[in-house]
């Protein structure tokens, strides 16, 4: 008998690492908030919460991005720039990704001295197995 195919889960993580970079430029964004953050700025990271629902033919993979800025104003509008994107109409902006739902973005605590300002928001995503060979 023939070895079957091999079929995975695309990674919704890694998507939106490659994808997230035109609104914050190469080395922008990340799985972890670098050392050195307030000179990354502005900067996206991208985390899977552990627990995330799967069944036999779908995934989904809920997600938190945290948006991070020297100010509110320029947080906020960098969150409701990828809100809007991850929500437009018509077929989601991701290969692989069949919808996408999700929380708005809320600010969120990060630094004391407010030198840095982090909003998050936190998205479900839904895809199917793919044939990975």
Same mark, same amino acid.
């Given at each position: 008998?023939?070895?079957? %195919?091999?079929?995975?889960? %695309?990674?919704?993580?890694?998507? =939106?690492?490659?994808?997230? #970079?035109?609104?914050?430029?190469?080395?922008?964004?990340?799985?972890?908030?670098?050392?050195?953050?307030? &000179?990354?700025?502005?900067? $996206?990271?991208?985390?899977?919460?552990?627990? &995330?629902?799967?069944?036999?033919?779908?995934?989904? %993979?809920? #997600?938190? =991005?945290?948006?991070?800025?020297?100010?509110? #104003? &320029?947080?906020?509008? =960098?969150?409701?720039?990828?809100?809007?994107?991850?929500?437009?109409?018509?077929?989601?902006?991701?290969? =692989?990704?069949?919808? $996408? +739902?999700? &929380?708005?973005?809320? +600010?969120? %605590?990060?630094?004391?001295?407010?030198?840095i300002r982090r909003w998050g928001a936190t998205y479900t995503f839904v895809t199917r197995r793919r044939c990975l060979l």
């Amino acid at each position: 008998m023939p070895d079957e %195919p091999l079929r995975g889960f %695309p990674d919704v993580v890694q998507l =939106l690492l490659d994808d997230l #970079v035109k609104f914050v430029g190469t080395d922008h964004t990340g799985y972890v908030t670098p050392e050195d953050l307030k &000179s990354m700025l502005p900067f $996206i990271r991208v985390r899977r919460v552990p627990g &995330s629902p799967r069944d036999r033919h779908y995934d989904y %993979p809920v #997600v938190d =991005l945290d948006f991070f800025s020297d100010g509110y #104003v &320029s947080a906020l509008q =960098l969150a409701e720039r990828v809100d809007a994107y991850l929500r437009q109409q018509g077929a989601p902006p991701l290969p =692989l990704v069949d919808r $996408i +739902e999700g &929380s708005g973005p809320a +600010e969120l %605590p990060y630094d004391d001295s407010g030198d840095i300002r982090r909003w998050g928001a936190t998205y479900t995503f839904v895809t199917r197995r793919r044939c990975l060979l």
